[in-house]
């Protein structure tokens, strides 16, 4: 994984990698057992943060903007989350 991969992460422009990439990782970081356990941990936690599961046959576009929402959740304040709903709203039939 390169630096500005891991950066992307860390900074919530990114999805967290998938299970292979955080054993690998955890390999190379020579992790012991409890800190690998908690590595993978958090790293799991990271991809199901909404409960969603985005597939193949999720539209780009939407898998997309559900990525960027669960990544950024955290981050968006309630005012900013009544902005998103409100947008989704008006658009909805």
């Known amino acids: 994984m390169a630096h500005t991969s891991v950066s992307?992460?860390?900074?919530?422009?990114?999805?967290?990698?998938?299970?292979s990439t955080v054993a690998r990782l955890a390999q190379v970081l020579e992790l012991n057992a409890s800190e690998r356990k908690e590595f993978e941990s958090l790293a799991k936690q990271g991809r199901t943060h909404l409960g969603l599961r985005?597939?193949?046959?999720t539209p780009q576009a939407i898998a997309q903007l559900i990525r960027d929402i669960a990544m950024r959740g955290?981050?968006?304040t309630p005012?900013?989350?009544?902005?998103?709903r409100r947008s989704l709203?008006?658009?909805?039939?």
Request: proline fraction near 10%.
């Open 54 to 57: 985005i597939n193949r046959q």
């Open 8 to 19: 992307q992460v860390e900074n919530c422009r990114r999805a967290p990698p998938d299970e």
């Open 79 to 84: 005012k900013q989350i009544d902005a998103i």
């Open 89 to 93: 709203e008006m658009t909805m039939p």
């Open 74 to 76: 955290r981050q968006l």
